[in-house]
């Protein structure tokens, strides 16, 4: 089996190879049932630390796959299996990939309604191979969310990329997971702006050398206090480390 799953502070994360990624993507799609992927921060581990619903979803979601390198540094620190970390944009590039090499489908939910038509040109463009089945824009009226799941499940698109403005954000597919028959979700909020082109990606090197933080709080200065979360996170860490030194 290609997956490892471990628990990083009781929260789970999957270890896989880079190289195994195409062949576990389309054994997800041949599995029936509403599948997922996320993408895991560190604040989204500190969150389902608190959220019971969101650690439900990441222990039911069919990979877990770690994108900050605190988390790689956390698992190396309590001496667990060293986790992959992942880039989102390099990733859903290569799902895409793959989906359009087998003439995979494909449903677009998320963003604002220009740059939800912009993304999906582009990706038509990009990916000649994909059969797009729909588009729904994330900020929605509540009393139009049957038609959306109705018309999501009937397309039964083989892939469904969530981008930004869908409020549940990953838990927008597992809250609902009962009403589609064989879709794999992923949720990423920039994706469908970066597509459309009116958002940058994170350059690779940037990436590569964990320094995306930065970047976002050039955007954002208020995030600088997301170092108080970050605090507690290294807190926890030596605080599981020093309980599992007794325990030996």
């Given at each position: 089996?290609a ?63 770690p ?20 880039n ?43 059969r ?35 409020s549940?954000?990953?838990?927008w ?76």
């Amino acid at each position: 089996m290609a997956i490892k799953r471990i628990e990083l502070l009781n929260v789970p994360i999957d270890i896989l190879p880079p190289e195994k990624l195409a062949d576990e993507l389309l054994a997800l799609l041949e599995r029936p049932g509403t599948k997922q992927i996320v993408f895991l921060t560190i604040w989204d581990l500190l969150k389902a630390r608190r959220n019971i619903k969101f650690r439900e979803c990441l222990l039911n979601a069919e990979l877990v796959l770690p994108v900050s390198t605190s988390i790689i540094k956390g698992a190396n620190f309590l001496r667990l299996d060293t986790p992959v970390r992942y880039n989102p944009f390099s990733t859903i590039i290569s799902c895409l990939s793959i989906l359009d090499s087998h003439y995979k489908s494909l449903y677009l939910f998320g963003g604002r309604k220009r740059a939800l038509a912009k993304a999906e040109k582009n990706v038509r463009t990009t990916f000649r191979n994909i059969r797009l089945v729909g588009r729904y824009v994330g900020h929605y009226p509540k009393d139009v969310e049957k038609d959306i799941i109705s018309a999501m499940y009937k397309a039964t698109p083989s892939f469904v990329l969530v981008g930004d403005s869908v409020s549940e954000k990953d838990l927008w597919a597992f809250n609902r997971r009962n009403n589609f028959s064989s879709s794999l979700f992923l949720y990423n909020k920039d994706i469908i702006n970066i597509f459309a082109k009116r958002t940058k990606r994170i350059s690779p090197v940037t990436f590569d050398r964990g320094l995306e933080f930065w970047v976002e709080v050039l955007h954002n200065p208020l995030k600088i206090f997301l170092f108080l979360p970050y605090i507690w996170y290294n807190l926890l860490l030596l605080s599981c480390r020093l309980s599992k030194a007794e325990q030996t």
